[in-house]
């Protein structure tokens, strides 16, 4: 069954240093999603990003964060000066289209100190 | 606002017994809901969702709109059930493809 991929599985980065997470989607799906998870709290939608665009986000989406999908293959999410609070778990899906169920990956595990 | 509640942080069964982890939901419109399931240390995988209506691993889960629940339901727990459920509602107006998770739910299944 073909599966999304997260690198790396846990990233450790000092307090306002730039981290990227990747993540290769499923081929040929459209959608790519970010969603995280801090420790004891719930699955957060963080944004959506369709046909090389953000399509929708969230609150938490602010201007430290960024998406983009540099080549046919990979998503990244970008945090531009990690702050503690964004210590979490990442975690990437794809969707094959419009209504269909995202799958997800393993999750990047993110520890600002 | 859409919401998703899941009542139980843990619960704990014996292998056999019936399980049924709970799941209500908060929206003005007609949701679509799923339930996922992460084993330790993998990834979420999808275990049901409701438009479907069918039975995954002996899973199974109805929608109830009076209610507004959707839970879980298995009628003889096995040991591999041991994971966290997640609940999980898409909304169906506005053109939105996230979803809104609950907190999840430790399911423990004992020997």
């Known amino acids: 069954e073909p599966e999304v991929t997260q690198t790396p599985s846990h990233q450790v980065t000092q307090m306002g240093q730039e981290v990227i997470l990747r993540c290769v989607p499923i081929?040929?799906?459209?959608?790519f999603y970010w969603y995280r998870q801090i420790l004891g709290q719930k699955v957060e939608f963080l944004v959506s990003f369709y046909n090389n665009e953000i399509s929708e986000k969230s609150e938490i989406f602010d201007d430290q964060f960024s998406v983009e999908r540099p080549d046919g293959s990979n998503f990244t999410l970008k945090i531009r000066s990690t702050k503690l609070e964004d210590s979490a778990m990442y975690f990437c899906?794809?969707?094959?289209?419009?209504?269909?169920?995202?799958?997800f990956g393993a999750g990047t595990r993110l520890s600002v100190l | 606002a859409q919401r998703v509640t899941q009542p139980e942080k843990l619960l704990s069964v014996f292998k056999g017994a019936p399980v049924e982890l709970k799941c209500n939901y908060s929206?003005?419109?007609?949701?679509?809901l799923f339930w996922y399931v992460q084993y330790s240390r993998q990834r979420l995988q999808l275990l049901l969702r409701?438009?479907s209506r069918e039975s995954i691993k002996g899973f199974t889960a109805d929608l109830n709109k009076g209610e507004t629940s959707f839970h879980l339901k298995k009628p003889f727990a096995q040991e591999e059930d041991s994971a966290m459920y997640y609940c999980?509602?898409?909304?169906?107006?506005?053109?939105?493809?996230?979803?809104?998770f609950g907190k999840g739910t430790k399911l423990t299944v004992n020997p």
């Open positions: 899906a794809s969707s094959g289209d419009r209504g269909l169920v995202p799958y």
């Open positions: 929206y003005s419109g007609s949701p679509e």
């Open positions: 409701h438009i």
């Open positions: 081929s040929n799906h459209l959608y």
């Open positions: 999980a509602l898409r909304p169906t107006q506005g053109g939105s493809e996230k979803l809104v």
